[in-house]
């Protein structure tokens, strides 16, 4: 099943999940594993995060645990954020502080990742299962 056809509605998807958890930032990420890249497919934040954004992710340390292990990966201090992501002076200058990033697996490999961003507080436990639920 191709992210098309898995959640072609992205907007619905966002209001979901605005309906229970908090979130400044919400985007979507799609796997290309030819290409070894990563394509945001979905924005809340067009001007600063536009979809069809493009990242080359796959040697990270963030994409081995996301993209390759397929584990839920929550930014719970400054340094995670630096540590994780290239673009945190654009994140922080947004306010943003804390992330949430939750692989979709389909057909035994990641396809997509939802991606939450936010001031404050980090999330929580109940946060990361309501949105697993949500992506079921």
Not at 9 to 33: H, K, M, N, S, Y
Not at 47 to 56: M, Q
Not at 71 to 95: K, P, Q
């Amino acid at each position: 099943m191709s992210v098309e056809e898995d959640t072609a509605d992205w907007p619905a998807l966002q209001d979901r999940v605005a309906r229970c958890v908090e979130f400044q930032l919400l985007t979507v990420l799609a796997v290309d594993w030819e290409a070894r890249l990563v394509r945001r497919c979905h924005s809340s934040d067009e001007r600063n995060y536009p979809s069809g954004g493009v990242k080359r992710l796959m040697d990270s340390t963030w994409a081995h645990q996301v993209l390759l292990e397929g584990r839920v990966f929550r930014s719970v201090s400054a340094s995670d954020m630096r540590t994780a992501f290239a673009d945190h002076e654009l994140l922080f200058s947004l306010g943003l502080r804390y992330a949430l990033n939750v692989p979709v697996v389909r057909i035994g490999r990641v396809a997509w990742t939802l991606n939450l961003l936010r001031a404050t507080p980090h999330y929580a436990d109940s946060e990361v299962a309501v949105v697993k639920e949500l992506l079921l």
